[in-house]
């Protein structure tokens, strides 16, 4: 199984590299503007710089870790992932329960459906005016922009694995005896696992987008902010350092969760001994 996921990501390797090679080789050949598009060599030298620390160390700074740690690239990247926990813990902690009440009783769902479907298309970048009018400038308006962006599709998710539950479990379930709690914690919960966790990856996928979105209006750090930044100077190079980093954050980000996912629904697919 090691073996096949190292040759699997192996694979995924050669259409990066490939990429990059045909964007070495425009850039050698100046068919394209450097200011437009740098080479990425001229990246990979401008990611280096926006990540190592401004100053040179002296040790009446403090503790070298502190030094080495302080470059911005480190600094705006836990900046960004701050706001996305934060902003994802919230809009899941209230999307969970939410979706799992109205799942679960079509009283709820009738009442709080329309409501729901009438504020789900509205995108959280539409908000960013009543976000700055409510909560000023800084993190709170950036969380509550990314908190909207992870609680629908956690929302959405949960209400649809409870009400989309087998009914040959219900059944079985009622036939054993199963009460209400029971049937609820017991089967309906378990069998909506692999859909909340959908949600969850979703959520998360949405919250790293609105972070950067929010930055860019009313934060003065972050990967979204500098991104703006770079270009008020047409620091094309930074600007897509910044991408880059973007990309590899998100990439990691995802991995992490569809492994927590595989190892958590080991029993769903049959995996568990």
């Given at each position: ?6 040759k699997?990501a ?5 259409v990066?590299?490939?990429?990059i090679?045909?964007?070495q ?7 394209v503007n450097?200011q437009?598009l740098p080479?990425p060599l ?13 100053q040179p160390y002296s040790?009446e700074q403090g503790?070298?870790l502190l ?7 480190i600094v705006d ?9 934060v902003?994802f ?6 999307a969970?329960p ?5 799942g ?6 009738a ?5 729901m479907?009438l504020?789900?298309p509205?995108?959280p970048i539409?908000?960013i005016?009543l ?10 308006p ?7 962006g ?6 959405m ?5 409870v009400?989309?539950v087998?009914?040959?479990y219900?059944?079985?379930?009622r036939?054993l ?11 309906i919960l378990?069998a909506?696992?692999?859909y909340i966790?959908?949600g969850?990856?979703i959520?998360i996928?949405t ?14 750090n ?5 991104i ?7 620091w094309s190079?930074k600007i897509?350092?910044g991408m880059i980093?973007?990309?590899l954050?998100g990439l990691?980000?995802d991995?992490a969760?569809?492994?927590?996912n595989?190892h ?9 001994n």
């Amino acid at each position: 199984m090691a073996k096949f996921k190292l040759k699997e990501a192996g694979v995924g390797l050669i259409v990066p590299a490939l990429a990059i090679g045909v964007w070495q080789l425009v850039s050698m050949k100046g068919w394209v503007n450097p200011q437009m598009l740098p080479s990425p060599l001229a990246v990979l030298e401008r990611w280096i710089a926006y990540l190592l620390p401004i100053q040179p160390y002296s040790p009446e700074q403090g503790s070298w870790l502190l030094w080495a740690v302080s470059g911005e690239l480190i600094v705006d990247a836990l900046g960004s992932l701050y706001r996305v926990v934060v902003g994802f813990a919230i809009g899941a902690a209230l999307a969970l329960p939410l979706g799992l009440v109205m799942g679960a009783s079509q009283t709820v769902y009738a009442w709080l459906n329309p409501l729901m479907q009438l504020l789900r298309p509205i995108p959280p970048i539409a908000y960013i005016p009543l976000s700055i009018l409510w909560f000023g400038l800084g993190n709170p308006p950036a969380i509550f922009l990314i908190v909207l962006g992870a609680f629908f599709p956690v929302l959405m998710n949960t209400i649809a694995g409870v009400r989309q539950v087998d009914s040959i479990y219900l059944r079985a379930a009622r036939n054993l005896g199963a009460g209400g709690s029971t049937m609820f914690l017991r089967v309906i919960l378990p069998a909506a696992v692999p859909y909340i966790l959908s949600g969850v990856r979703i959520g998360i996928g949405t919250a790293f987008i609105v972070v950067i979105v929010s930055e860019m209006i009313a934060v003065n750090n972050g990967l979204g902010f500098r991104i703006l930044e770079a270009r008020e100077y047409f620091w094309s190079d930074k600007i897509m350092a910044g991408m880059i980093t973007i990309g590899l954050i998100g990439l990691i980000i995802d991995t992490a969760v569809n492994q927590l996912n595989n190892h958590l629904l080991r029993w769903h697919r049959g995996l568990e001994n």
